[in-house]
């Protein structure tokens, strides 16, 4: 008697586990073999679709069979042709690779013309059985009844998410520390200006040197930042994200709200740079945020710039104490008395004036047309003074050379 493997399958985990349908493949195989003159040496088993053409990577019971119906040059018996597959692209291929299969309920002697019609027979049942159980379905569902997980109870739907979830993580932890090496060296290499390489550079390292990636394909950067941080590794992002950096800059802006663009990367001691156009945008951002909540920065229409933050304060004390003085305002400010600061504050204090449509006070008795002609009178007596040091200068000049 010639040696034979026996390969059955089904479709659901049902039937796999009554052992119907199993049990009659086999008891139709014993038969043919018996009938035949074969002798069953093994079996192997699927509880698996039949649809696909990748089988043999869904089905191990398959790819253990074929491969020891190879090794030992003994054929494959199956039941019906659909139990081996019920697509005509695989059974196909079996053929065009000279695979020796026997069908039990075609006998021994079938040629390849009648597998392939029966192939695509099988193929087309399946196509029906498929649509068939998706209109049964959609019916059912429009009466209301419940099928797959919606069947159990919220904890049991609960607890099958976590335990899915930790397994896509333990699966996920277990592909980054097989390519730890890999990802370590890509992140110690040298990035622009002295600055930490960039997860997207990192990635073209790997790429360059011909590392495929855990799924076979190409690194990129979303990838390995994803993955850094599930080896421990603590590598800063190439820019902050948005909330980071409009956090960071707001803390540093209320500490010290006239700071430039600059100031704010140096005061942050980012690892990557943060940019100054970005910065100067953030701080323009938060300057107009306070802009807002003051109603006498919208009535008199300051610009924003490095003198907002004192603006909003110089308009909240006049807007208290409008009798003050410059010298009362410098003080309530905490800044040191200079000329600079003190014509800078009266220009604010007339802006609130002018806006709020109040008269300014008189300071010392003077009213702001007299300090205006003062002013005026003043400008013209240094131009007369200039004026007139230059003529002496110009007439000495001319009496050394005669």
């Given at each position: 008697?010639?040696?034979a493997?026996?390969?059955l399958?089904?479709?659901t985990r049902e039937?796999?586990r009554s052992?119907?349908?199993?049990a009659?493949q086999?008891?139709?195989?014993?038969?043919?073999?018996?009938?035949?003159?074969?002798?069953?040496?093994s079996w192997?088993?699927?509880?698996q679709?039949?649809a696909?053409?990748d089988?043999?990577?869904?089905r191990?019971?398959l790819?253990?069979?074929?491969?020891q119906?190879?090794?030992?040059?003994c054929?494959?018996?199956?039941?019906r042709?659909?139990?081996?597959?019920r697509?005509v692209?695989?059974?196909?291929?079996?053929?065009?690779?000279k695979v020796?299969?026997?069908?039990?309920a075609f006998?021994?002697?079938?040629?390849?013309?009648?597998?392939h019609?029966?192939a695509?027979?099988?193929?087309q049942?399946?196509r029906?059985i498929?649509e068939?159980?998706k209109a049964?379905?959609?019916?059912a569902?429009r009466?209301?009844?419940?099928?797959?997980?919606?069947?159990r109870?919220?904890?049991?739907?609960?607890?099958t998410?976590?335990?899915?979830?930790?397994?896509?993580?333990?699966?996920?932890?277990?592909r980054?520390?097989?390519?730890?090496?890999?990802?370590e060296?890509a992140?110690?290499q040298?990035g622009?200006n002295?600055?930490?390489?960039s997860?997207?550079?990192?990635?073209?390292?790997l790429?360059?040197?011909?590392?495929?990636?855990?799924?076979?394909?190409r690194?990129?950067?979303?990838?390995?930042?994803r993955?850094a941080?599930r080896?421990g590794?603590?590598?800063p992002?190439?820019m902050?994200a948005?909330?980071?950096?409009?956090?960071?800059v707001?803390a540093?802006?209320?500490?010290?709200?006239?700071?430039?663009?600059?100031q704010?990367?140096k005061?942050?001691?980012?690892?990557?740079?943060?940019?100054?156009?970005?910065?100067w945008?953030?701080?323009k951002?938060?300057r107009?945020?306070?802009?807002?909540?003051?109603?006498?920065?919208?009535?008199?229409?300051?610009r924003?710039?490095?003198?907002?933050?004192d603006?909003?304060?110089?308009?909240?004390?006049?807007?208290?104490?409008?009798?003050?003085?410059?010298?009362?305002v410098?003080?309530t400010l905490g800044?040191?008395?200079?000329?600079r600061?003190?014509?800078?504050?009266r220009?604010?204090?007339d802006?609130?004036?002018?806006?709020?449509?109040t008269?300014?006070?008189v300071?010392n008795?003077?009213?702001?047309?007299?300090?205006k002609r003062?002013?005026?009178?003043?400008r013209?007596?240094?131009?007369?003074e200039?004026s007139?040091d230059?003529?002496?200068?110009?007439?000495?000049?001319?009496?050394?050379?005669?």
């Open positions: 008697m010639k040696d493997i026996g390969y399958r089904v479709s039937q796999g052992g119907l349908g199993l009659a086999r008891h139709e195989i014993e038969a043919f073999a018996a009938r035949e003159g074969f002798a069953v040496r192997h088993q699927d509880v679709t039949g696909g053409a089988a043999l990577l869904l191990p019971g790819a253990a069979s074929l491969k119906a190879k090794s030992a040059k054929p494959l018996i199956v039941s042709l659909d139990r081996l597959s697509n692209h695989f059974i196909s291929g079996l053929m065009e690779h020796h299969f026997i069908v039990a006998g021994r002697d079938c040629d390849h013309f009648v597998l019609i029966y695509s027979l099988a193929e049942e399946r029906m498929s068939r159980i049964a379905k959609s019916e569902k009466k209301g009844q419940k099928f797959g997980m919606q069947l109870s919220k904890e049991a739907r609960r607890r998410i976590l335990l899915a979830n930790a397994a896509c993580a333990k699966a996920a932890m277990e980054a520390e097989a390519y730890r090496l890999h990802i060296w992140l110690r040298p622009l002295g600055r930490p390489i997860f997207h550079s990192a990635a073209e390292s790429n360059k040197r011909n590392i495929e990636s855990p799924m076979g394909g690194w990129a950067g979303s990838q390995l930042q993955m941080p080896l590794l603590d590598h992002k190439a902050l948005n909330e980071v950096a409009e956090a960071r707001q540093a802006w209320n500490q010290c709200p006239d700071m430039t663009g600059k704010v990367i005061t942050l001691g980012l690892k990557h740079l943060l940019g100054v156009q970005r910065a945008q953030l701080l951002k938060c107009g945020a306070a802009a807002k909540r003051s109603p006498m920065y919208k009535k008199v229409g300051w924003l710039d490095l003198w907002t933050a603006r909003i304060r110089v308009s909240g004390i006049w807007k208290r104490h409008p009798e003050y003085t410059v010298k009362q410098l003080n800044y040191e008395y200079s000329e600061r003190r014509r800078w504050v220009r604010v204090l802006d609130c004036c002018r806006a709020s449509g008269p300014r006070p300071v008795g003077w009213t702001p047309a007299r300090r003062q002013s005026e009178l003043i013209r007596i240094r131009w007369w200039r007139r230059a003529r002496k200068a110009k007439n000495g000049s001319r009496s050394i050379r005669r």
